[in-house]
Nanobody, 128 residues
Framework: QVQLVESGGGSVQAGGSLRLTCVVSGYAFSYSSRCLAWFRQVPGREREAVATLDTGVGRTNIDTSVKGRFTISQDKAKNTLYLEMNSLKPEDAAMYYC???????????????????WGQGTQVTVSA
């Protein structure tokens, strides 16, 4: 059973930084290619993909709304996914989730329905 546990959320002022961490168990990053992603959701809105990463070749995709400010990365040895968030804006406030597909994809999907396993989420609050 694949499990994901996020951490690193918190409350920051606009312009600040946070690094989110997602530890994955039940799947080894180095074993086969899967897509990992960070999604975010605010109440009343659809869950949206912020960034995706292919564990096999390390290919990443960043949503235009956060490009240049957010970076997604992996540590294969630790089976861990990261989201480095800089220059945070109030509109970045949301619950952030990490997710993984159950097979390899190319390119990595951005629809939440294409991801099989999810973490419990970590809250990010950004004050103006």
């Amino acid at each position: 059973q694949v499990q994901l546990v996020e951490s690193g959320g918190g409350s920051v002022q606009a312009g600040g930084s946070l690094r989110l961490t997602c530890v994955v168990s039940g799947y080894a990053f180095s074993y086969s290619s899967r897509c990992l992603a960070w999604f975010r959701q605010v109440p009343g809105r659809e869950r949206e993909a912020v960034a995706t990463l292919d564990t096999g070749v390390g290919r990443t995709n960043i949503d235009t709304s956060v490009k240049g400010r957010f970076t997604i990365s992996q540590d294969k040895a630790k089976n861990t996914l990261y989201l480095e968030m800089n220059s945070l804006k109030p509109e970045d406030a949301a619950m952030y989730y990490c997710a993984i597909t159950n097979v390899g994809w190319y390119p990595c999907p951005v629809l939440s329905t294409d991801y099989t396993y999810w973490g419990q989420g970590t809250q990010v609050t950004v004050s103006a």
